[in-house]
């Protein structure tokens, strides 16, 4: 395995203040004082959070014919989370200082105040992390509802519809991606842990024998679905629960990690949850979760593989790992090198000046690439701060409309990472960039 590399100590602030100033992530109610930990996703984001789930949704249910997806209700009635065990064990040790009075998770402070430096707090006590809500007008017991704390349980409550609805047999998944929602005691490091955040989740149905195999088959394709959308493989690894820290329903837990500033965390746990919520289900609603082999006349309950991850996570960490610094022509730019598949904008027209004959032309190649990527058009500046503009949200090609245009109909194109630029006739263009951007 490649060394860890170092990273630079001001990283996470760097990406923070350039996802403020150029649209990516903005502090939820910011104009009021700010939400604390909930936060808005500005029309950078926006792009870079839809392309993380329709580039997971791409691989895990577009390209596969044994997996269907679902979109699930985020207000639950608490009958699924007492089935679930989320009512009962969904909780983290809270603990007051005795000082300061802050409330902090035991398990993240090694018994000091982060605060004030006290050791002395109250006893742990467990706090649910669950929102819990009311649905309709009058208040009371039957009118509980919780909000999800992971879209998980919408899938297994569908069990039965989905396996009647579609022609399939274990194995075969159930995918979902959606938001979830958390009462975190301590939530921190911007998007990577919030009260509100998104979940890409998606649960495997296999016969009890072959999960061993099946959870190594998920660990080893979700690894491999990070670095092939550019995350260095040194900035990624495994680790695998100890039996003592598995949750309540899992017989087997691997994280994948990444390489944040403060030290490797989770970023996706895959986890072998056995027939754990079937069955939970089964008996808490008295519909029949199994399955009927018609092949071998067996019965069963199918054990289930879940790869789950975070979207707002995932983006977080996309845009660490894709931020550098280098020099081009004596200074320094910022540059976020995202995979195509996951940048904002794809591409950026670029005229090099407002003359209106050259704006003329750059709409028309605007329209033409407009239906088939992303693309940002910006007249204001200098070519050369247009292109560090580019270069900082990650824009992959710039295609600049030059004077020449008008003689020759070609165009610029320039690539964020090289900076080295090429003559294409405005009518192979198209073809040009679906060439470089060859489906994967
Ligand atoms: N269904 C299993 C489950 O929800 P989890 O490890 O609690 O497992 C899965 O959550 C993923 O969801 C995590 O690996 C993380 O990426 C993301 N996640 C969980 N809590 C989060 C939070 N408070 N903020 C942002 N992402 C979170």
Redesign the pocket.
């Known amino acids: 395995m490649a060394a860890t590399p170092d990273l630079d100590p001001d990283l996470l602030e760097k990406v923070i203040n350039l996802a403020k100033r150029r649209g990516f992530i903005f502090q939820s109610a910011e104009i009021y004082g700010g939400f604390r930990s909930t936060y808005d996703y500005g029309p950078l984001g926006v792009n870079l959070l839809r392309n993380v789930k329709q580039a997971w949704w791409r691989s895990m249910v577009q390209m596969r014919s044994d997996i269907v997806g679902i979109d699930a209700a985020i207000l639950g009635p608490p009958a699924v989370w007492a089935a679930s065990g989320h009512l009962e064990t969904f909780t983290d040790p809270l603990v007051d200082c005795l000082k300061c009075k802050e409330r902090w998770r035991e398990d993240k402070i090694d018994g000091v105040c982060p605060n004030c430096g006290s050791t002395q707090f109250t006893a742990p006590r467990a706090f649910n992390l669950m929102f819990k809500t009311q649905a309709g007008p009058v208040e009371g017991e039957g009118s509980t509802a919780y909000l999800r ?4 349980q919408g899938i297994f409550t569908n069990f039965a519809n989905v396996l009647s609805t579609v022609r399939k047999k274990p194995p075969f998944g159930i995918a979902q991606v959606g938001k ?1 929602f ?1 009462n ?1 005691i301590t ?1 921190q490091n911007f ?5 509100e ?3 890409m ?1 998606m649960e495997y149905f296999v016969p009890p024998a072959d999960a061993e195999e099946w959870y190594r088959y998920w660990i080893d394709t979700r690894l491999k679905w990070y670095i092939d959308l550019g995350i260095p493989d040194e900035m990624l690894q495994l680790h695998e629960h100890a039996k003592e820290d598995l ?1 309540h329903y899992s017989k087997g837990t691997t ?1 994948v990690e990444f390489l944040f500033p403060w030290g490797f965390d ?4 895959i ?1 072998n949850r056995g027939d754990y919520d079937l069955n939970q289900h089964a008996k808490h609603s008295g519909v029949a979760l199994d399955y009927f082999d018609q092949s071998t006349k067996e019965r069963y309950t199918p054990y289930v593989i ?1 790869p ?3 979207a ?3 983006m977080m960490a996309f845009l660490l790992a894709a931020y550098h610094e280098d020099i081009v022509e004596g200074e320094t730019r910022s540059v976020l090198r995202l995979d195509w598949r996951l940048a904002p904008y794809q591409v950026a027209v670029l005229p090099l000046s407002k003359k209106p004959e050259l704006e003329t032309v750059s709409t028309e190649v605007l329209s033409i690439l407009q239906p088939h990527f992303m693309c940002d058009y910006d007249v204001t500046q200098s070519i050369g701060k247009r292109y560090r503009r580019q270069d900082e949200v990650g824009t992959p090609f710039c295609i600049t409309v030059d004077f020449e245009t008008l003689n020759d109909r070609a165009v610029t194109v320039r690539d964020r990472d090289t900076t080295g630029q090429t003559r294409v006739p405005i009518a192979e263009l198209l073809h040009h960039l679906w060439n470089i951007t060859a489906p994967i």
């Open positions: 704390p992971e879209t998980a979830s958390r975190e939530p998007v990577f842990r919030t009260r955040f998104e979940q989740e949750s994280d989770e970023l996706e746990g986890a879940e789950a991850a975070g707002t996570r995932a």
